[in-house]
């Protein structure tokens, strides 16, 4: 059975309440941002002989699920992969329901996301969607954006290549004005024109299903990120799975390109 977001998230107050961290964690070293494809909504309907669309509505409660942990573990940011450039390629039916899937949610959880002070963005090309969802959006991310507790963004019409042309066209168009000077484009200029400026880059990314690949997503900003590949099925994923993601970055060592220090 579906719940709210308001039941799913604890609420003291208007504030969420931090629970403690799961044994074996450490706090001190949990990612301060951790971005997800969410891949394996059909399959999981396959396996159980159920239409597609079951799995988008399952995957929707996963999804709850991992933004109700990492706001009560204290994770800073969250970002999902929700709906690709690419998958407007999929059956007609499909996309329709998950526009309206997209609709029904975040007109049933905005309370919700402003009690919890969850702050929400969508990044990607948001005119290519139906008005009324485009609507929704708007009045989520303007109803929000005061908010003090986890970011949360929602990658909807979104394309890791496209945003790094619609970059490069907007540093264009600045030097054409005469307003910015080619040679002062450095990465903090590049990085200041993604849909992602002023927030800090995931530190670990996790993808679901099995499958090995990036799928077009976040490109630059996942430049230093650590990879958790899951066989789990979104729908699947649970704070287990949260957890042993969570575990498997601590247990990396990240040298951002540098070697680690040798004993004296």
Known sequence: MSRSLATALSVEGNRP????????????RLPAHVAVIMDGNGRWAGQRKLPRVMGHREGVEALKRTLRLCSDWGIGALTAYAFSTENWNRPGEEVSFLMTLFERVLARELQALEQEQVRIRFLGDLEQLPEGLQ????????????????????????????????????LAEQVQRGDLDPEAIDEQTFASQLFTSGQADPDLLIRTSGEQRISNFLLWQL??????ITDVLWPDFDEAALIAALMDFQSRQRRFG????LPS
């Open 17 to 28: 309440s931090r629970c403690a961290l799961p044994p074996g964690l450490d706090a001190a």
């Open 135 to 170: 609507q929704l959006i708007q009045d989520a991310t303007d109803r929000t954006a005061a908010n003090t507790g986890i970011r949360f963004n929602v990658c909807t019409n979104y394309g890791g290549r496209r945003e790094l042309v619609r970059a490069a066209r907007l």
């Open 223 to 228: 430049a230093y990120a650590e990879l958790h």
């Open 258 to 261: 540098g070697v680690d220090s």
